[in-house]
């Protein structure tokens, strides 16, 4: 009974785990999307940076500060599908753990 139990814990957990890399692909996807067009004078110094000195380092990153805190509606919503999707993941990842664990001490060692 207990191997039943686990079997399907576990496949619902990586059934979630699935949908959860599938949903986080979507945001990544929207971000681009949404920078490029938004933002098309940055082109590929943006997303591939040179760097020749921490100026340009800092820069880079004032800028995606700027971008990702900005009062724009689109990317409020994809920080916030962002942030669910990292919740999601992150308890999916302590519950397997706790499931695990329990599964560890309530059954016996089978030597």
């Known amino acids: 009974m207990v ?3 686990v079997q399907i814990t576990g ?3 990586l059934t979630v785990a699935v949908l959860n890399l599938a949903q986080g692909a979507l945001v990544a996807a929207r971000l681009v999307a949404h920078v ?3 933002y098309p004078h940055l082109r590929l110094d943006l997303w591939f940076p040179r760097w020749e ?3 340009d380092a800092h820069v880079w990153l004032a800028t995606w500060r700027g971008i990702l805190r900005s009062g724009d509606p689109t990317m409020a919503a994809i920080r916030t599908d962002g942030r669910i999707v990292i919740a999601r993941h992150v308890q999916l990842m ?3 753990q706790a499931w695990v664990m329990v599964v560890a001490t309530m059954v016996p060692r089978l030597s």
């Open 3 to 5: 191997d039943v139990i």
């Open 11 to 13: 496949l619902v957990v």
């Open 36 to 38: 490029t067009r938004r």
């Open 53 to 55: 000195e921490v100026r």
């Open 94 to 96: 302590l519950s397997s």
